[in-house]
């Protein structure tokens, strides 16, 4: 939620020359986006999003995401698309970071998660995994079961500031997660991040219900089985915030994915084993970030107990029919 | 820089379905503005900012700013325009905070003033005294000579942290500015916080020259010495990065400011004393926020030496010819 990198007027005149997109009359710094430096940038003919790299996002790694979103967008996927520039590039230089122009996504990321909204997201994914399907480029998941462990060591000497027996289950967890994580899934292009503040809806008022209307941030993008980003899913949109697993939310998102992706027998029963492993994913990092973040600083802490209690409830999941489907 | 007040969707549809602007397709939060929370709010019909009130603004206090908005706008002056809901009120609540939605203006504050800045914000200062002329509504300048002192006392046992004379400096100066304080002076609505980033310009690509496009942020505007919003503007737009004082801005900006409206010999005569008051104004809002604000917070906080150095140039300035003007 902060600007990191201030651009002056004048630089910003000389960065928007390179570019088709008429004059500039508006740029604003979103407090959006904890990762990077976002921008709304209004010219005369349109809004545009502008954005800065920051440290956390690998420069070599911007073509893949760039050309993703481009990919994605061209195929009728509702995501933001990368501006060219007149030099017919997309990703060029500002205030010595990386910095890129693409086109603005309406809608809004929803504060209350509604039967609407999973009902919403489920055929939206599918959608994304089959357009991501003939995407040349690939990019490893190293935020899958191959970084846990580092990222566990990293951790583990402080890791009972955040709970007593943090160590202990995410140790024997780990142990179970290596020995067992499938790797013959169908595998294709994943959001890898799809919470709900990257995820926009519009509201249909004569209908009464809200209608995504994109999907944004995709700075996790990467190569790695689908089924996975459902996983991811499960734990970020079908709780509710008394921790309570709302098996109704996980119907219509799972049903509704499965209306435009079918889902194999292999995916279903590989479920709750994934959700485990995208539960360790931000029990990890959060926990991470909780120890490497200090208290007053400008991003906000999120709270990694909360993915330590939606990881104990997969553990006891026995099949995925816990999840509402049959 | 930041957002205080996170608004759900759902509160947002409520509050927006007050108003005739049509149907929300984006709100973001604004990372500017360290006083409040804004929102760049767009519909179907326009662009909007949605502030919500912090506790450092006065509820008792929105009338007069919003009015007086109101009142400049309707005058043609360039600035926010309170948008009044169905039932005719600008002023209602969101999130338990006061809060409005203004109109939107485009345009963008200059990091890197020039003259060209300078010789645009003068006319259009006189302008926006000009149209305040006959606004109904005053509210007193608690930040002017009788609010410096109470100030004073609150950082005087800290002042040392900030530099080893601060406390005696402050002390002589303000026996001075209280002894002189000018009480003749024609008076009027002041912004009283036309900072570089309050004012908004626009490039005018055929001419290749910057053009002011409004004034933002009202919040501290008041009744007092229509003089007094020149000082303020002396210190904030006339002294360049490495403290020197560039007497062709002043030079630019004040003969901007005459030819709109003229000024009296007092009020030319004035002009030290009253840029003295305005640096000692800041100079002591800096010094509580430096002392009052953990480094690590989210507002960053802003160097009030800045504007001892700015002080202490006007205390030897003699008299008007020295701000480059006749």
């Not at 995410?170 to 013959?184: G, N, S």
Request: include cysteine.
């Amino acid at each position: 939620m902060a600007v990191y990198t201030e651009v002056s007027d004048d630089d910003l005149e000389e960065f928007a020359a390179e570019y088709d997109i008429g004059e500039v009359v508006s740029c604003k710094g979103i407090a959006e986006g904890v990762e990077n430096t976002n921008y709304l940038l209004q010219t005369d003919r349109g809004n545009y999003i502008l954005t800065l790299y920051e440290k956390r996002v690998n420069p070599d790694e911007l073509p893949f995401f760039l050309g993703l979103m481009e990919h994605l967008a061209a195929r009728g996927l509702a995501c933001p698309t990368p501006i060219k520039g007149r030099d017919g590039t997309a990703l060029r230089t500002l205030c010595g970071r990386p910095a890129a122009i693409v086109s603005f996504l309406k809608g809004m990321w929803t504060r209350r998660i509604t039967l609407n909204h999973c009902a919403e997201l489920g055929p939206a994914m599918a959608a994304m995994h089959l357009a991501g399907a003939d995407f040349p480029m690939t990019r490893n998941n190293n935020l899958s079961v191959s970084g846990w462990r580092p990222l566990f060591e990293s951790i583990r000497p402080r890791a009972a500031e955040i709970k007593a027996d943090l160590e202990q289950t995410i140790a024997d967890e780990l142990d179970y997660l290596e020995a067992h994580w499938p790797k013959a899934l169908p595998v294709g292009l994943i959001h890898a991040d799809l919470f709900p503040d990257n995820v926009f809806f519009l509201h249909d008022r004569a209908a009464g219900v809200d209608r995504m209307s994109g999907f944004i941030d995709f700075y996790f993008a990467c190569t790695d089985a689908l089924a996975y980003d459902i996983a991811i899913c499960l734990n970020a949109w079908c709780f509710e915030d008394d921790g309570a697993f709302n098996a109704t939310k996980a119907r219509l998102m799972l049903n509704g994915y499965r209306k435009v992706r079918p889902l194999s027998a292999d995916e279903l029963l590989a479920l709750p084993l994934l959700a485990r492993g995208a539960a360790m994913r931000f029990l990890l990092t959060r926990s991470y970030d909780w120890l490497n973040t200090p208290p007053g600083a400008m991003v906000k802490r999120k709270d990694p107990m909360e993915y330590y209690r939606k990881l104990r409830f997969h553990q006891g999941v026995g099949g995925p029919g816990q999840y509402g489907i049959a």
